[in-house]
């Protein structure tokens, strides 16, 4: 939801490609989502096969909350780090990080 937040009213596919989820994948997220009242899909008037997602002021609210927990998890978590030893961790996570290729599991095979 947060990756709605900051483009609110994205197609449903762009927004299934950004997250990397098949379209039933996406589909089964996002009726669920949408019973809790958290967001809404609506059709294009040029393409009915083709939706825009947007959030409610719910799934606002629900982000915002989310987003609060994590950051006092991560103040708790971390608590026992310096700046300096907190912006050290954030580098080597970042380097560890660079050539992950989020796109193929590992261990898995494409079959080419």
């Keep these: ?9 994205r197609p449903q596919q762009e927004l299934g490609d950004a997250l990397l989820l098949d379209a039933n994948s996406l589909s089964l997220l996002l009726n669920a989502l949408e019973d809790r009242g958290f967001l809404t899909r609506t059709p294009d008037r040029h393409d009915r096969r083709r939706h825009f997602i947007e959030l409610t002021e719910a ?25 300096d030893e907190r912006r050290q961790l954030r580098a080597l996570a ?4 660079q050539d992950v290729d989020l796109q193929q599991p590992s261990g898995t095979s494409t079959g080419v």
């Design 1 to 9: 939801m947060s990756a709605l937040r900051d483009t609110d009213g």
């Design 59 to 83: 799934g606002r609210a629900a982000v915002e909350r989310a987003e609060a927990a994590l950051d006092a998890t991560e103040r708790d978590v971390l608590d026992t780090l310096d700046t």
């Design 94 to 97: 970042a380097k560890a990080l």
